[in-house]
T-cell receptor, first 115, second 113 residues
């Protein structure tokens, strides 16, 4: 596609429920990244995928968070048993390859509100 | 662990004023440096980047940044800001040992017309 597409754009969920956030990267981009943006906290790295390599999960805040990337394209970030502190904007970005000088192309994000 | 510091949380300027936003990083090796901008209601977009060569990098919309290796800094500058520059600005660094960018906490710029 022309850009990085994320869905849903907004999600309100009850505490304790599971949520799935979707990211559709730019076609041909082999690297895909998930970040979390909270007010005053900047962008917190969560996980990244590079081609067929094992993902770098070093940023995931707890075992309630997981992500997968199917067929080297679409990625899903899953948060189980959501907590109020999970409320944030979840951003996805893609690039041609990890560390390329093209930089990231970001999606518009999913605003998650846990009530 | 590598980190990125942006010194100013919120900067308020009048139109035509000069801008300098500070960015420092903590890593002693080779780095790639970026500035991203997020206009109100829009997604993050790349403003400029440094990989190698001339340490003075020019980006879009009249922005520039200077990489000073000895100071571990990559400050963003613009000689004369416009109201349309109102946005949040994020500095980011990539080191050789990591595949992802590390972002600072951002600086919100408000330009008064």
């Amino acid at each position: 596609g022309a850009g990085v597409s994320q869905s849903p754009s907004n999600k309100v969920t009850e505490k304790g429920k599971d949520v799935e956030l979707r990211c559709d990267p730019i076609s041909g981009h082999t690297a895909l990244y998930w970040y979390r943006q909270s007010l005053g906290q900047g962008l917190e790295f969560l996980i990244y995928f590079q081609g067929n390599s094992a993902p770098d999960k070093s940023g995931l805040p707890s075992d309630r968070f997981s992500a997968e990337r199917t067929g080297g394209s679409v990625s899903t970030l899953t948060i189980q048993r959501t907590q109020q502190e999970d409320s944030a904007v979840y951003l996805c970005a893609s690039s041609r390859r990890s560390g390329t000088d093209y930089g990231y192309t970001f999606g518009s994000g999913t605003r998650l509100t846990v009530v | 662990a590598q980190s990125v510091s942006q010194h100013n949380h919120h900067v308020i300027l009048s139109e035509a004023a000069s801008l300098e936003l500070g960015c420092n990083y903590s890593y002693g090796g080779t780095v790639n440096l970026f500035w991203y901008v997020q206009y109100p209601g829009q997604h993050l977009q790349l403003l400029l980047k440094y990989f190698s060569g001339d340490p003075l990098v020019k980006g879009i919309k009249g922005f520039e940044a200077e990489f000073i290796k000895s100071k571990f800094s990559f400050n963003l500058r613009k000689p004369s800001v416009q109201w349309s520059d109102t946005a949040e600005y994020f500095c980011a660094v990539k080191t050789g040992s990591q595949g992802n960018l590390i972002f600072g906490k951002g600086t919100k710029l408000s330009v008064k017309p």
